[in-house]
């Protein structure tokens, strides 16, 4: 093969250039690390597709509001504000219901015990 910064002829192993100590393109996946944005493709964790709410996150938000605040805050910082705020909001919904479920129902099935005195 050639070497593309000086055109001279190089071993298809070389990582350099021996000629003009151009390092060699390849075409192979550290290609990404040269171009586009690699510092965005190495960030420690992202959320994969777009920042579009999911049904599934959204049920399980409702029906586990502890799983709503993890998805949420795993979404906010893994590049998805939107959904993430949803899912979080949600799971604040879900844990209000499921604080009055376990004690505002009970409240009121006494009530009327209370009354009959
Ligand atoms: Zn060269």
Redesign the pocket.
């Known amino acids: 093969m050639t070497?593309k910064?000086?055109?001279?002829s190089?071993s298809e192993h070389d990582v350099k250039?021996p000629?003009?100590d151009?390092y060699i393109d390849h075409g192979t996946a550290n290609n990404s690390y040269n171009n586009g944005a690699p510092m965005q493709n190495r960030q420690a964790f992202r959320v994969q597709g777009p920042d579009e709410p999911q049904p599934i996150f959204i049920v399980i938000s409702l029906l586990i509001p502890l799983f709503g605040f993890i998805i949420g805050a795993v979404n906010i910082s893994g590049g998805h504000p939107k959904s993430g705020r949803l899912y979080l909001i949600l799971g604040a919904v879900s844990f209000f219901l499921l604080f009055c479920g376990t004690f505002m129902f009970p409240m009121m099935f006494m009530l009327p015990f209370f009354h009959m005195k």
Not at 5 to 8: L, R, S, V
């Open positions: 070497c910064h000086c055109g001279a190089i250039c000629y003009c151009s």
